[in-house]
């Protein structure tokens, strides 16, 4: 069974950063790419970014240049890095294992909320 936790999480005003961290149990993490993804009220899920196991990686445009994405297979961990926070940011994000082509795989975390004050 594959469990993704997600911490780090809060409330934070416009122009500020947060960093994200997702933890996988199991001992394959390296062997897979890993996703986050975000829910805003009353909108979709929708892809945020991915790197993949090879460490490659790909965002929206809309965090292009602002959000950084990045792996630790020594701490089966991965984490996005948010700068410059927006408003428009404000969502329950999650992390996602398996990601591919800004598709998600079949293992998700329980998600944390995002608020960006303006």
């Known amino acids: 069974q594959v469990q993704l936790v997600e911490s780090g999480g809060g409330l934070v005003q416009a122009g500020g950063s947060l960093r994200l961290s997702c933890v996988a149990s199991g001992r394959t993490f390296s062997n897979y790419n890993m996703g986050w993804f975000r829910q805003a009220p009353g909108k979709e899920r929708e892809f945020v970014a991915a790197?993949?196991?090879?460490?490659?990686?790909d965002y929206t445009d809309s965090v292009k240049g602002r959000f950084t994405i990045s792996r630790d297979n020594a701490k089966n961990t991965v984490y996005l890095q948010m700068n410059s926070l927006k408003p428009e940011d404000t969502a329950v994000y999650y992390c996602?294992?398996?990601?591919?082509?800004?598709?998600?795989?079949?293992?998700w975390g329980q998600g944390t909320q995002v608020t960006v004050s303006s």
């Open positions: 790197i993949s196991w090879t460490d490659s990686t």
């Open positions: 996602n294992r398996g990601t591919t082509a800004g598709r998600p795989g079949g293992y």
